[in-house]
């Protein structure tokens, strides 16, 4: 068995569960058996039937009153208490932050090595992985020993796509857990504004950097954007100097983003940055400088001021 988990926010799953659930096909087919999703919480159990339509046949929902809220000890103590019931070959979650980290405390708890943002497997004694490294800047070939093998898969690499298993079977498991899996965990949420578009699902966004001067200097882009019903994002200076909140961040430590097109205004374009925008389906920059990193790897690119530039675009949109 592979064993798939599932990720979910109180119940939403997230689509990046389908992505692995690619790599875990192909996976499960070189080895000989079959893809077990794993569901962390009561709240996810509903989310057992829609898998059948990616190549799932068995499911097990973890089951525990604490677990419908994401607490990374805990659920990693249901998912290695699931591993030792059943000797999986390998474990796969997604390469997401909470991915990530729960795949982290699962190899902690099972004393077993684990390789992050994967984007293929060749099965074996040993797997021998490509993963991305350097927040997406190279591509690193290793082996991954252990007899069962932990693993991520690197995000928005394996395309989504059905492969109808004929239902799936779900059982329960009651994962035993203490106080000491509850340190942290999540205890209150803000709401994101109503009526935004999220940067992560946006078909267009508009970010802006060093260049665009000033809080108020992002008005145009929220024009611009809001013209093209598309998002706002910002480079790590503008959110360290405070003219955009951090979660409008795009890059290594902020979102990654994938929309139909990017608009970077004023952003030169570091290798931190470009991590998290390189999924642009096309890069549209806007400089002064045409020596701009971002310059030399946009698809297309305007040489000039962004404060003349936009509002030129945005006139012409109008029109
Ligand atoms: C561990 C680590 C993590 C990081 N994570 C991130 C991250 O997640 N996201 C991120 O963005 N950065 C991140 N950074 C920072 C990154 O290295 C860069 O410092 C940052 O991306 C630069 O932001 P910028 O492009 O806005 O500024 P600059 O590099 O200063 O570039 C400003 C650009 O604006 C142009 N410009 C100036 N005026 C105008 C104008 N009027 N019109 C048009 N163009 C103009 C300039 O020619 C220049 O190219 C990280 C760094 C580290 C060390």
Redesign the pocket.
């Given at each position: 068995m592979i064993l798939g988990i599932i990720e979910h926010d109180r119940g939403q799953l997230n689509n990046q569960s389908l992505e692995m659930l690619t790599l875990a096909r192909q996976v499960a087919a070189d080895e000989g058996v079959g893809i077990t999703a794993v569901l962390i919480g009561n709240n996810s159990a509903h989310l057992a039937d829609n898998l059948a339509a990616y190549g799932v046949s068995q499911a097990i929902v973890a089951s525990h009153d604490g677990l419908d809220e994401y607490a990374p000890a805990a659920w990693a103590a249901a998912v290695a208490q699931i591993a030792q019931a059943n000797t999986p070959k390998a474990i796969m979650a997604t390469g997401t932050d909470r991915g990530n980290e729960l795949m982290a405390h699962v190899a902690a708890q099972l004393n077993l090595a684990m390789a992050a943002n994967v984007t293929q497997v060749t099965v074996g004694d040993s797997y021998d992985i490509t993963r991305v490294r350097w927040g997406g800047s190279l591509f690193e070939e290793a082996k991954l020993h252990g007899n069962i093998k932990l693993l991520t898969v690197a995000p928005l690499v394996q395309e989504v796509s059905e492969a109808p298993s004929g239902g799936v079977t779900v059982e329960t498991f009651s994962p035993e857990l203490d106080d000491k899996h509850f340190r942290v965990r999540v205890t209150s949420r803000e709401a994101p504004e109503a009526d935004k578009i999220s940067l992560a699902e946006a078909r267009l966004v508009v970010g802006?950097?060093?260049?665009?001067?000033s809080a108020e200097g992002f008005a145009v882009l929220d024009e611009l954007a809001e013209l093209l019903n598309g998002a706002v994002g910002?480079?790590?200076?503008?959110t360290n100097l405070g003219w955009r909140p951090h979660h409008d961040?795009?890059?290594?430590?902020?979102t990654r983003i994938a929309p139909d097109l990017y608009i970077a205004?004023?952003?030169?374009?570091?290798?931190?940055?470009w991590v998290?925008c390189k999924g642009s389906k096309k890069i549209l920059a806007?400089?002064?400088?045409p020596e701009?990193p971002?310059m030399t790897k946009a698809d297309y690119a305007v040489i000039?001021?962004?404060?003349e530039?936009l509002p030129a675009l945005i006139a012409e949109l109008k029109k």
């Open positions: 802006g950097g060093r260049g665009v001067g910002g480079s790590r200076v503008a961040q795009v890059g290594q430590t902020g205004c004023g952003i030169s374009g570091a290798i931190q940055h998290g806007i400089n002064t400088d701009a971002m000039g001021n962004l404060h530039v």
